[in-house]
C-alpha cells in the first residue's frame, strides 16, 4: 500500500510566525504535490515537485515556499504565516512517468493561524 | 488553465435511491479523470480512474460516465446506502505530454443518504 504521512496532523501557528509543514513518501515517486482544501473550493494546488532538488508553482503559490531535498521528502513552508492560510493541507505524491496512474494522498495537516 | 465546475454542491437522497453529481471541465486537452470520496475528517478516497478512451466505467455500486464531446463526467451511485454519506471530488488532469500529474478538482458535492 502506497503511504504517503504528513507531519504534524494538527498545528495552531501565530500570525507573523513561520510554519513547516513535513511530507514523506515511500512510494518512491518522482511527483510530489500540496494542496489546500478550504469549504467551497475543492482541493488547490500550491506547488509540485518533479523530484530531488525540483519545486514548481502550481495555481496559487503565493506566500508559500516548497522545498524537495530527496526523493521521499517535500515540505511547505509559510515564511510569514497569515490568518487566510488556515486550512487543511494535503500532500500527495504520484508516478506519471509512464502515462498517468495514481496519485496518493496523506491524511491531511489542520493548521490554524491565529 | 483548466476549470472544473462540480454540481450539485449538497445532495440529500434517500436509501436505495440513485444519486448523480456531475462535472464540466473546460480543457479538451484533458485525458485523465478520477472520482474521490472524502469522509469527514479523513484523506480522499479514490473511487475510479477513467482514461478519456473510456465513456462508460463501472465500480461496486456505482457508474461513471465520461462525455468528452460535452466535456462532462457523471458519478452515478445506483442505490445509495447511508455508508455512501461523504465528499465527492471530481478531479482533471491533462495529458500535455510534460507528465505533470497536476489535478484540478471541483469543489466538492456532499452527500447524504437518509434512511
Known amino acids: 500500500e502506497a503511504a504517503v504521512t504528513q507531519s504534524p496532523r494538527n498545528k495552531v501557528a501565530v500570525t507573523g510566525g513561520k510554519v513547516t509543514l513535513s511530507c514523506n513518501q515511500t512510494?518512491?515517486?518522482?511527483?510530489m504535490y500540496w494542496y489546500r482544501q478550504d469549504t467551497g473550493h475543492g482541493l488547490r494546488l500550491i506547488h509540485y515537485?518533479?523530484?530531488?532538488?525540483?519545486?514548481e508553482k502550481g495555481d496559487i503559490p503565493d506566500g508559500y515556499k516548497a522545498s524537495r531535498p530527496s526523493q521521499e521528502n517535500f515540505s511547505l513552508i509559510l515564511e510569514l504565516a497569515t490568518p487566510s492560510q488556515t486550512s487543511v493541507y494535503f500532500c500527495?505524491?504520484?508516478?506519471?512517468?509512464?502515462?498517468?496512474?495514481?496519485?496518493?494522498f496523506g491524511k491531511g495537516t489542520r493548521l490554524t493561524v491565529v | 488553465g483548466e476549470q472544473v465546475e462540480q454540481r450539485p454542491p449538497h445532495l440529500s437522497v434517500r436509501e436505495g435511491d440513485s444519486a448523480v453529481i456531475t462535472c464540466t471541465y473546460t480543457?479538451?486537452?484533458?485525458?485523465?479523470f478520477f472520482w474521490y470520496k472524502q469522509e469527514p475528517g479523513a484523506s480522499l478516497q479514490l473511487l475510479m480512474k477513467?482514461?478519456?478512451?473510456?465513456e462508460i466505467n463501472e465500480g461496486q455500486g456505482f457508474t461513471v460516465l465520461l462525455n468528452k464531446k460535452d466535456k462532462r463526467l457523471s458519478l452515478n451511485l445506483t442505490a445509495a446506502h447511508p455508508g455512501d454519506s461523504a465528499a465527492y471530488f471530481c478531479?482533471?488532469?491533462?495529458?500535455?505530454?510534460?507528465?505533470?500529474?497536476?489535478?484540478?478538482f471541483g469543489h466538492g458535492t456532499i452527500l447524504r443518504v437518509h434512511p
Open positions: 512510494n518512491n515517486h518522482n511527483n
Open positions: 515537485s518533479y523530484g530531488a532538488g525540483s519545486t
Open positions: 500527495a505524491s504520484g508516478d506519471a512517468g509512464q502515462g498517468f496512474t495514481e496519485v496518493f
Open positions: 480543457d479538451p486537452n484533458s485525458y485523465y
Open positions: 477513467v482514461f478519456s478512451s473510456t
Open positions: 478531479a482533471v488532469s491533462a495529458d500535455t505530454g510534460a507528465n505533470t500529474g497536476k489535478l484540478t
